[in-house]
């Protein structure tokens, strides 16, 4: 009996490390197959791909499909992007270490991992309260420390942490927010899905250089749209 309650937790943890070796291969997979296989070359955004735990940033129900090629639902009516678009969105975006980012539209927090894996601190804001706060709680039990949450409407950046290496609008809206476009750092680079926020956008990127602005268009993609808190 002694022994058997000896073996109950190495069995339990046994089962754990089963578990994680089994989403770490699917992890593997998703960026070879998904990721690495259409074109993203940057290392450090195939690094970050591969580490960070995306079926932890799903709801349970949906963690066996976590690693699978689309979006999913996160609750309160949004959505985690599919895998080869935050891995798109982060590679034209040009993370590297020293750098400092926004990102609006926290939601599960995914996107926020994926950078936090590369530069150094990454601000995020969230307009869901229940989000915002969920996904806070959800980075700081996974240990990132270099992420820094806010709810509240991201239409107006973060003046008092500007100017931004990187800014990441993980929402849908038909123009990019003035706002934002004054927060950009010289040398900095703003990646959004601007067009119908109902049907498709198409994936923008904004480059500041010597104060001047200038604009990339991209693929055509599908994001929620950006809301605004009346
Ligand atoms: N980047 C997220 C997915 C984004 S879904 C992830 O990795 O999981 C888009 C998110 O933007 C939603 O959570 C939505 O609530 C949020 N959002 C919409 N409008 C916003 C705004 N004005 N400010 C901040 N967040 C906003």
Same mark, same amino acid.
């Given at each position: 009996?002694?022994?058997?309650?000896? !073996?109950?937790?190495?069995?339990?943890?046994?089962?754990?490390?089963? @578990?994680?070796? %089994?989403?770490?291969? +699917? $992890?593997?997979? *998703?960026?070879?197959?998904?990721?690495?296989?259409?074109?993203?070359?940057?290392?450090?955004?195939?690094?970050?791909?591969?580490?960070?735990?995306?079926?932890?940033?799903?709801?349970?129900?949906?963690?066996?499909?976590?690693?699978?090629?689309?979006?999913?639902?996160?609750?309160?009516?949004?959505?985690?992007?599919?895998?080869?678009?935050?891995?798109?969105?982060?590679?034209?975006?040009?993370?590297?270490?020293?750098?400092?980012?926004?990102?609006?539209?926290?939601?599960?927090?995914?996107?926020?991992?994926?950078?936090?894996? !590369?530069?150094?601190?990454?601000?995020?804001?969230?307009?869901?309260? @229940?989000?915002? %706060?969920?996904?806070? +709680? $959800?980075?700081? *039990?996974?240990?990132?420390?270099?992420?820094?949450?806010?709810?509240?409407d991201?239409y107006s950046g973060?003046p008092?942490?500007?100017?931004?290496?990187?800014?990441?609008?993980?929402?849908?809206?038909?123009?990019?927010p003035?706002p934002?476009?004054?927060?950009?750092?010289?040398?900095?680079?703003?990646?959004?899905?601007?067009?119908?926020?109902?049907?498709?956008?198409?994936?923008?990127?904004?480059?500041?250089?010597?104060?001047?602005?200038?604009?990339?268009?991209?693929?055509?993609?599908?994001?929620?749209?950006?809301?605004?808190?009346?």
């Amino acid at each position: 009996m002694k022994n058997f309650l000896l !073996i109950l937790p190495l069995l339990a943890l046994l089962a754990l490390s089963q @578990e994680d070796s %089994r989403y770490l291969q +699917a $992890r593997n997979r *998703m960026v070879n197959s998904q990721i690495a296989a259409r074109g993203i070359t940057d290392p450090a955004t195939l690094r970050a791909m591969e580490r960070v735990p995306r079926h932890l940033f799903v709801p349970a129900s949906f963690a066996s499909e976590a690693y699978s090629d689309r979006p999913l639902p996160i609750g309160y009516s949004q959505t985690i992007s599919q895998p080869f678009i935050v891995a798109y969105m982060t590679e034209l975006a040009r993370p590297a270490k020293g750098k400092k980012a926004l990102e609006i539209g926290t939601g599960s927090g995914y996107q926020a991992a994926v950078l936090a894996e !590369i530069v150094d601190t990454v601000y995020t804001i969230e307009i869901v309260p @229940e989000l915002a %706060r969920e996904s806070e +709680a $959800r980075l700081k *039990m996974l240990g990132y420390r270099n992420i820094v949450n806010r709810y509240g409407d991201g239409y107006s950046g973060w003046p008092e942490r500007a100017p931004f290496d990187i800014i990441i609008v993980t929402a849908a809206a038909d123009h990019i927010p003035e706002p934002l476009k004054k927060q950009l750092a010289e040398g900095g680079r703003l990646v959004m899905p601007v067009g119908d926020p109902a049907t498709v956008q198409q994936l923008i990127v904004l480059t500041k250089r010597k104060g001047k602005i200038t604009e990339q268009r991209l693929e055509p993609v599908r994001f929620v749209p950006l809301r605004r808190l009346k």
